[in-house]
């Protein structure tokens, strides 16, 4: 009797974990026949923040000072002429990716791992570590995040004409669901007056964290 009782409990140990398997499997090949379906297209770049390190380069505004400080103005006027000195700080960017699904389902985008490469000048790392996020069916954008040294090869850096973008993305069927791979390698030229409104935006927003950090400094 004990036999059969142990036979039946590992006929049936075997039957669930087979089943969880088997359901485990299907999840991935329904995850696979809706990526299929999905076209993924990096768009751009787009600015999002920006770091200086300001005591390195100009120091302490000495106490009730009123008087400019030569240090500040004279990054600023060699920032303004394109002259950058090295580590300055990090510009942060992201890399802007549009998803078509032409399936009828939702996927979840969990995390995205790899590199952008500009050019053959630099290769950025590039992350998502949002929440998961809904890849209707249709149009999804997606930002990816990466962030670049602003020393005195910045702007030749970010002079680039071709964004390459290689790594791998984490989908799932749920938003807390088992998650399946899915590796991406796509490249998108940079248009000149794409190129230049960025590398504008970026050099305003350094100049005005040190205007502004400098300024608040007098009160």
Request: one cysteine or more; a neutral charge; hydrophobic letters at 40%.
């Amino acid at each position: 009797m004990q036999l059969k009782k142990f036979a039946l409990f590992c006929f049936l140990s075997v039957t669930f974990f087979a089943s969880l398997s088997g359901c485990a499997a299907t999840r991935k090949v329904q995850a696979a026949s809706i990526l299929k379906k999905c076209k993924l297209e990096v768009t751009g770049a787009s600015f999002d923040s920006v770091y200086v390190d300001l005591d390195k380069f100009i120091g302490q505004q000495p106490a009730n000072s009123l008087l400019p400080n030569s240090k500040a103005i004279l990054l600023v006027q060699n920032i303004a002429k394109g002259n950058i000195p090295d580590s300055l700080g990090t510009l942060y960017f992201g890399i802007n990716v549009q998803i078509k699904n032409g399936s009828e389902d939702t996927l979840w985008l969990r995390s995205a791992q790899g590199t952008v490469r500009l050019d053959s000048l630099a290769e950025l790392p590039i992350h998502f570590n949002d929440s998961a996020f809904a890849i209707t069916p249709g149009t999804s954008e997606v930002e990816l995040h990466t962030r670049l040294n602003i020393d005195g090869k910045a702007l030749k850096i970010l002079s680039t004409d071709t964004i390459h973008v290689h790594g791998d993305l984490e989908f799932s069927l749920t938003p807390d669901g088992e998650r399946i791979h899915f590796a991406v390698s796509e490249k998108k030229p940079v248009l000149p007056e794409d190129r230049t409104a960025f590398i504008d935006k970026a050099k305003n927003a350094v100049l005005s964290t040190i205007i502004d950090a400098w300024s608040s400094k007098l009160r």
